[in-house]
């Protein structure tokens, strides 16, 4: 994994620095145990300007979820633990996503899906997921919420936290979104006694955070729209929304419609690729993936020609706002796109790493200035 001009190696425990010229190791910590394995995890950077009672918090952190439900906090440069919490021995948890606008982070659990055997016996599975809610800066918890189809209906199939919202996902292939901070109404500390938890202390093991967030009747909808696989992004000032209707003659094109007290205005402008060539085809030059680096504004575009022959790659950077072809990185090793495939563009960095079967390869590349 790469973030942040740092390669993790080994589940995390082995860490290389991309800093100079050539990666080095910032620490290699012992093998963890099975149990102890690390599912996925969010880089943790503090804003400069805040306070912070704790001078830890103010360091670069991996915030790392386990296989047996611990939430830890590690030094970004040490690997040192700083702090943990245990969060459920009901629930099992396995994804981070970040909220960055609202300074939180949210852990979900794996999906409860309808058995064969269950529906045959008549038994309705209505939780679908819990998600554990978590501010940052300094790392507290707001609490768990249980996403149960009694209340948000039956077709609802996942959930994510973005902008301040509850996104609901659902399997007519729509998304609904509601206000978070109306869900929320009875906040835990950790490190305090809860009576949810009988006086027991939140985040200490075995009793871990309460389901302190109850969800008995459906929020409001601040509004839905029909999107191509459950995906819309919200954003900008003011705010707006970008999406693929789930049409077939759609399929390439992305709507941007404008939010107004949030409420979904009737003029969107559509925006369509200017290449659309199949994936599989080796004669064409083909666009397979886009990075942006928001420091130097650039984008770098990974291109594979089928005219060479052997699966090679290029990376074209182009300027974001003119488009203008800068600089092409011809790749050193092949692009097989049968393979599982990732680029990182930052700063002076691009790192390719390639996935075969259950081994992973990683190149590093670093730009330096062309003499004229």
Known sequence: MYENCKLYFENYQHCYSCVHAEP??????????????????????????KSLSSPSDHKPSLLA???????IRLSAETGEELQRVYLSPNYKFRYLGWDVSQETFY??????????????????????????IFHVFPLDVIGIMEINKKVFGNGVIGADL????LALYYSNKSVKMYSFEHIVQRKVTLGKQSPLLGGKTVGDAPFGIPLNIQITDCPPVLFKVSCAENSVQIGGNPWHYIYTPPRKKDEGTYHICSL????????GRTVKRRFQQLDDDPSQKTFRM????????LLAIVVTNGEEGEGRACIQLHDNQTGQLLRTIDLIETWDETNKNEVFFDKDTIVHIEQKNAKFCCHVYKLFTTKT
Do not use: F
């Open 290 to 297: 886009v990075e942006y680096e928001d420091e130097l504004d």
């Open 107 to 132: 852990v979900k659990s794996v999906q409860n899906k309808e058995t064969p055997l269950a529906r045959q016996a008549g038994i309705t599975q209505n939780t679908v997921m819990h998600i554990a």
């Open 24 to 49: 080095q190791i910032l620490y290699k910590l012992p093998t963890r145990s099975k149990q102890e394995k690390i599912e996925d995890t969010l880089m943790c950077h503090s804003p400069v300007e």
């Open 260 to 267: 107004k007290d949030v409420t979904v205005t009737s003029s």
């Open 65 to 71: 979820l386990t296989a047996n439900n611990w939430l």
């Open 162 to 165: 973005v902008q301040g919202v």
